[in-house]
């Protein structure tokens, strides 16, 4: 999309990814009255430094967020990359929810980083989201990623 990708199915959804600055976790509901049902949220994601993205989304989360709760109990989730940060939709004025607005729906397990892979972490999110240094360390932050099952792609 946009000239910055691989043409075809795999270049839109590397674009997706490497472009998309949040998506949408859908998770399995771990608590109260709505346990055992689907809970979603939007998050900040990156996939990489700047200039190194992998495909792999990282997230800055914190216990204190419901969804995360839910992820601790039960890893299985889906991320929805809606094409709304690209500008094919703007440019050919076309509402983010038209069909021809690509998604990217990835599912797999949320897992925590490991120590190895912190730094590389940090990297990815505060490259792309420098602000969230700033956000309240009492929240106990930490990071997770999603280890990829299946990729669904959109594109019509």
């Given at each position: 999309?946009?000239?910055?990708?691989?043409?075809?199915?795999?270049?839109?959804?590397?674009?997706?990814?490497?472009?998309?600055?949040?998506?949408?976790?859908?998770?399995?509901?771990?608590?109260?009255?709505?346990?055992?049902?689907?809970?979603?949220?939007?998050?900040?994601?990156?996939?990489?430094?700047?200039?190194?993205?992998?495909?792999?989304?990282?997230?800055?989360?914190?216990?204190?967020?419901?969804?995360?709760?839910?992820?601790?109990?039960?890893?299985?989730?889906?991320?929805?990359?809606?094409?709304?940060?690209?500008?094919?939709?703007?440019?050919?004025?076309?509402?983010?929810?038209?069909?021809?607005?690509?998604?990217?729906?990835?599912t797999g397990q949320m897992v925590t980083v490991p120590?190895?892979?912190?730094?590389?972490?940090?990297?990815?999110?505060?490259?792309?989201?420098?602000?969230?240094?700033?956000?309240?360390?009492?929240?106990?932050?930490?990071?997770?990623?999603?280890?990829?099952?299946?990729?669904?792609?959109?594109?019509?």
């Open positions: 999309r946009e000239g910055g990708g691989a043409p075809g199915r795999a270049g839109t959804a590397r674009f997706l990814a490497r472009h998309n600055s949040w998506g949408f976790v859908a998770t399995r509901a771990a608590r109260g009255k709505i346990q055992g049902m689907p809970y979603g949220n939007c998050l900040l994601l990156s996939d990489g430094p700047v200039n190194n993205s992998t495909g792999i989304p990282f997230f800055y989360v914190t216990p204190k967020d419901n969804t995360v709760t839910d992820l601790l109990k039960n890893p299985m989730a889906s991320l929805t990359l809606p094409e709304a940060d690209g500008n094919f939709c703007r440019k050919n004025v076309i509402d983010p929810e038209d069909p021809r607005c690509a998604r990217l729906t990835l120590p190895e892979e912190v730094e590389f972490a940090k990297q990815a999110m505060f490259s792309r989201h420098p602000v969230v240094r700033k956000w309240p360390r009492s929240y106990e932050w930490f990071f997770m990623k999603m280890n990829i099952e299946h990729i669904w792609l959109q594109s019509w």
